[in-house]
């Protein structure tokens, strides 16, 4: 016998049972049906390049720490706050639902004393938290919708289901408490607070007969909410947790790998399902929240680049694939034949300025709340241009230079000393036995700008009393950025195979970059293919040196400098404090810093090929100059020869080469001893 519980089914005739679990057993068929459909067209994607069900108890916490912990939602103040009322009352109420079930259909006495005011209290809090919500989310979309929210009707009709769902919650326990005036009903603080104004001086008959209308309007839009749950945006809550632990366990800075790329024949993406099951698994999962696109440099820049549409229209694409082959509409059906046209989907459905303007930043991975890999997604369909020939001319141009000179500036092999010139530096081909081989990079050979850095590293080198040599004539490029412009086989075939050749003749077990770009590969790209050797970029060692007292800045420097954190160092590789280190050590400089740095910094634009492509829109480096000038700076400060070039470029566009300064952190370190 209850002391104080629940009546479940008051005021509801017998036959009311019966109804709701026919009903219910129509919703479950069409959440199947859904789920079904949906799994059969990522079925459809080819099979996973990596294990994607490794390292179970990482995958379950970042599972609890992103989807239930809501973590990289919460980083937007209000809209993640409007999405966490939203979704810990679908839990908490999801949990409600199923005691009250189990008390139903089991005859368990769970819903009874202590236990049954705690679980009212839940209810009622949770059910007004996801009312506010719901409101909230609405404003947000209809009132002050800022830039990059999209107002489309799907949310705003699920939104109006949700809202709909919790207020009648509301309106029906009111009507119980109105007509039953049970002991506890403070315990539901809001459905007894409205209740007086809803039903006061309503006779008991007619409250009644409102409870129970209201009650299966509540169950018809309860239901009708469930079974739309596979065909809408709300199946993120279901794919959007599973791209969560689904994530790669590559290291950040890693592309996906093409095994055995000398047999295979679709290294790329031309078609939506030459994307992996995963991938089209992931893309499903979008909420369509804008976090990858409002971090976009491409976006920014006003380039026709959004990672979100390119994760859209793969959903959308795949989503034809399901029910338009099912029920062709009028539009993709070929007049003559009668068929269902497909659209093109790497030519036609994305376009190639799209996917070229990408510059591999990494911004929109590290906002995704769901981890959709973008980059990965991106490159694939780079490779699939790449091996059906259909690339720009400047991306052409890139490749055929890497392919026949070894390096993208297209310049012979002899002169990739020439930086070296009239300096003392210690040459592998010398028999010289060394700790360290510096890598001195495309860029640091050839680009006359990073030359200079080049010579500055050195000169710090030897300073220190670092045992390093440099491989001269012997180096070549790294294949960075052909891998990053999809092609995967030079990279493999060529770059690779050739440094493998190089490295095991000296017995690298050091490398020393002034080249995030390299850096990366060195450290995160290599071992995929059995190259292990210890990558330090230039900054670390630098900072290192000086703390151990081999380098000592005293002359003091007087720039007002704002530092850029070159992506391949920071997202890519975590290396945030090390470069500013190094500058800090010199005496008189002041690091500005810019709004977006660090984590959040925003890219130069060079990256995964922008220094060599084309694209229509602002350049980004410019936009980044506009940023770094904005924080009254008369420098600006990198450790990457490409974010130098780049801001080269922009100070020379904005006529300030007298006033303002580019500066690499070995130069800065090396102007001071
Ligand atoms: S990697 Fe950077 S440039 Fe590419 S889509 Fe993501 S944010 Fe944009
Ligand atoms: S891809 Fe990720 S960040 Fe971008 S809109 Fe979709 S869920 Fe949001």
Redesign the pocket.
Known sequence: MKTIGRPIMWNLPHVAAVIMYSLFAVVLFIVAWGVYMRVGAYRKGRQEREDRFDNLRARLRDTFRLALGQQRVLHRKFGGLIHLCIFSAFIVLFIVTCLVALEYDFGLMILDGNFYIVFKLFAETFGALLVLGVTGALLRRILFRPEGLTKDNDDLFQLLLIGTIGVTGFLIESARIAATDPVIAPVSYVSNAIAPYLYGGMPFREILVVHRTLWWFHLLIAFGFLASLPFTKMIHMGTGTASIFLRTSRPKGALQPVPNIEEEEKPGVAAVTDFSWKQLLSADGCTKCGR?QD?????AAGMP?S?RE?VLKTKGQMSDEIYCSLVPSAENLDRTTGMRIVPDFANGVLTPDEIW?????????QACPVMIE??DM?VDVRRGYVAGAKIPDTVRTALRKMGDTGNPWGLPQDDRIAWAAGIDVPFAAGGKEFEYLYWVGCAGAYDPRNQKVSRAVVSLLNRAGVNYATLGLEEMCCGESARRMGEEGLFQLGMVEMVKEVFRAYNVKKVITQCPHCFNTFRNEYPQFGLNVEAVHHSVLIRDLIAAGKLSPRKANNLALAFHDS?YLGRHNDIFDAPREAIRAVPGIAINEMEKAREEGF?CGAG?GGMWVEVPGKRINHLRFDQAMRTGANAVGSACPYCLIMFDDAIKFNNLEDSVKARDVAEIVAESL
């Open positions: 990858c971090e976009c440099p491409a976006f680049l990672p390119v303007a990408c510059t591999t930043c990494r911004a929109c991975m973008h980059i991106i992506c890219c995964g």
